[in-house]
């Protein structure tokens, strides 16, 4: 089973497009937590969202 906690949102009509989510989520795997960037089509947002280790090793 998949566990993600939204760790942060930004607005898909955000003129930098997904660059200020890429950048926050690089920023957090720099501080060791594994954080990907996903769409979220309902809400029209990019969510930064941190999966559970156990996803990150085993896809």
């Not at 009509?13 to 690089?26: D, I, K, Q, T, V």
């Not at 594994?34 to 280790?53: I, K």
Request: charged share 30%; net charge negative.
């Amino acid at each position: 089973m998949s566990r993600r906690m939204v760790l942060e949102r930004f607005p898909a009509s955000h003129p930098r497009g997904s660059w200020p989510a890429e950048e926050f989520a690089a920023a957090r795997r720099t501080e060791g937590t594994p954080a990907e960037v996903v769409m979220d089509l309902p809400s029209d947002a990019f969510l930064v969202v941190r999966t559970d280790a156990h996803e990150a090793e085993h896809g």
